[in-house]
């Protein structure tokens, strides 16, 4: 049995499967419906269901509140249709435009850039190359049939490998073979591109790109895909860790305020130790973003990187700096996917 479902305002039509999810049916289909975590936790994939029933599977009650959930609202990942649907979503432009492909992939390079991140570059097949937008990532295909999912940290045009940032997580059990078993010419299969973190190019607003630790990964994607198109808008990148080391290209960022014009570069540090020497801005870094630039209203920002920063940035930007609250872009580590990305 399958379900039509009716997207407004755009009016796409796409079928949905008896068990499958609305999100899972309209990637399949190509129509770029927002989405992040794609498991309950972040809101990315929320819209409303104006006709018609569906049931959601499990989430976090936070990211749909019981009160949300009776005025018809829903997270389109974990909602599978009990009958047709009309729907009401923001559609991404541009984001069902790239096939999804599963693909093997060979190891062509690790790199430790600081003692816990590394950097793994993988080679397609000679006659393959991946379509993506800078900010999307990929997922790893494991045997036991779960996935981790990582970000490209390359922009798409330097296409010679795909370039991920892996943080360790001691004791997951993918992370632990990457910074131990795993050797060059290994080799992995993943799914992508995914995602609809990606800048959105018809705007003309200038850009905060938000990044903390390993999230800074599609954030460089980003700002070289901008770089390349001679995107002139002013850009400027907050990028906090808790350690100096937290932030493993600092010279590169520094080297982009030197060669990308309307670049800014604000590195923020949240724990800073004594023998680190560390003389920038400290705390948190949303909260630099605000001391900055305490009237967001014009502008949009690009964030990612752990979910509670994400969280504390879309409240109080939106509260405290009259964000609007649709141009607040974010790809979040949630706690599911933090488990995921072990
Ligand atoms: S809650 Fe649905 S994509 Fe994150």
């Not at 003309?204 to 895909?225: C, M, N, Q, R, Y």
């Amino acid at each position: 049995m399958t379900f039509q479902v009716t997207v407004q305002p755009s009016g796409r039509q796409f079928t949905c499967d008896e068990g499958e999810t609305v999100l899972a049916a309209a990637i399949r289909a190509g129509v770029g419906l927002p989405y992040g975590c794609k498991n309950g936790a972040c809101g990315s994939c929320k819209g409303k269901v104006l006709e018609g029933a569906v049931v959601h599977g499990k989430h976090q009650e936070k990211t749909l509140p019981v009160a949300e959930e009776q005025q018809g609202l829903s997270l389109f990942c974990c909602a599978t249709p009990q009958s047709d649907l009309v729907i009401e979503a923001r559609e991404v432009l541009g984001a069902g435009d790239y096939p999804i492909k599963k693909l093997p992939s060979r190891v062509a390079k690790l790199e430790k850039l600081t003692d816990d991140v590394m950097l793994v570059a993988l080679q397609l097949p000679a006659a393959e190359r991946l379509q993506y937008r800078a900010g999307q990532y990929i997922e790893f295909l494991l045997k036991d049939g779960k996935r981790r999912s990582y970000s490209m940290a390359n922009a798409p045009h330097l296409d010679e490998h795909i370039t991920l940032h892996i943080r360790h997580m001691p004791g997951g059990l993918f992370t632990d073979h990457v910074f131990g078993a795993m050797k060059e010419r290994d080799i992995l299969r993943f799914e992508g591109p995914l995602g609809t973190f990606f800048l959105r190019e018809e705007s003309d607003k200038p850009i905060v790109l938000l990044a903390s630790g390993t999230g800074f990964a599609p954030i460089k994607a980003i700002i070289e895909h901008a770089a390349h198109q001679k995107i002139a808008r002013p850009m400027t990148l907050y990028w906090g860790g808790r350690r100096p080391k937290d932030l493993y290209m600092h010279a590169l960022c520094e080297e982009w305020t030197r060669t990308l014009p309307n670049f800014k570069y604000v590195p923020v540090v949240s724990d800073a130790q004594p023998e680190d020497g560390w003389t920038g801005r400290a705390g948190f870094v949303h909260q630099a973003v605000m001391q900055d630039l305490p009237d967001l209203s014009s502008h949009q920002v690009y964030a990612c990187g752990a979910p509670l920063m994400i969280e504390a940035a879309q409240r109080d930007f939106s509260a405290q700096c009259g964000l609007p609250e649709d141009e607040f872009y974010a790809d979040s580590f949630t706690s599911e996917a933090d488990l995921a990305k072990a």
